[in-house]
């Protein structure tokens, strides 16, 4: 059984860091690659940022020199390490694995942005 399980979400003052963490089972974590998505309120989901099993990253413009996105292959995790944050960055934050035409979601983290 295929389980993601992010942790890590909560409020947060603008301007803060936040570290979210996204722990694997199941599958061979080494093999995929790992994103993170989030959803706001109203908006649509929108890629945060990935990273292969290779360990290439790519970020949206948005989050680019704020966020960074990690893996840990022998923890089965994957991280973002959020920095500056912003009002607009409030959000459900979901994890996604991905290796061919397997995909997997978390059940999301929420991260509050919000003096």
């Known amino acids: 059984q295929v389980q993601l399980v992010e942790s890590g979400g909560g409020l947060v003052q603008p301007g803060g860091s936040l570290r979210i963490s996204c722990a694997a089972s199941g599958i061979t974590f080494s093999l995929y690659r790992m994103s993170w998505y989030r959803k706001a309120p109203g908006k649509e989901r929108e890629l945060v940022a990935a990273?292969?099993?290779?360990?290439?990253?790519n970020y949206a413009d948005s989050m680019k020199g704020r966020f960074t996105i990690s893996r840990d292959n022998t923890k089965n995790t994957v991280y973002l390490q959020m920095n500056s944050l912003k009002p607009e960055d409030t959000a459900v934050y979901y994890c996604?694995?991905?290796?061919?035409?397997?995909?997997?979601w978390g059940q999301g983290t929420q991260v509050t942005v919000s003096s």
């Open positions: 996604n694995a991905l290796l061919s035409n397997l995909v997997y």
């Open positions: 990273i292969t099993s290779g360990g290439s990253t």
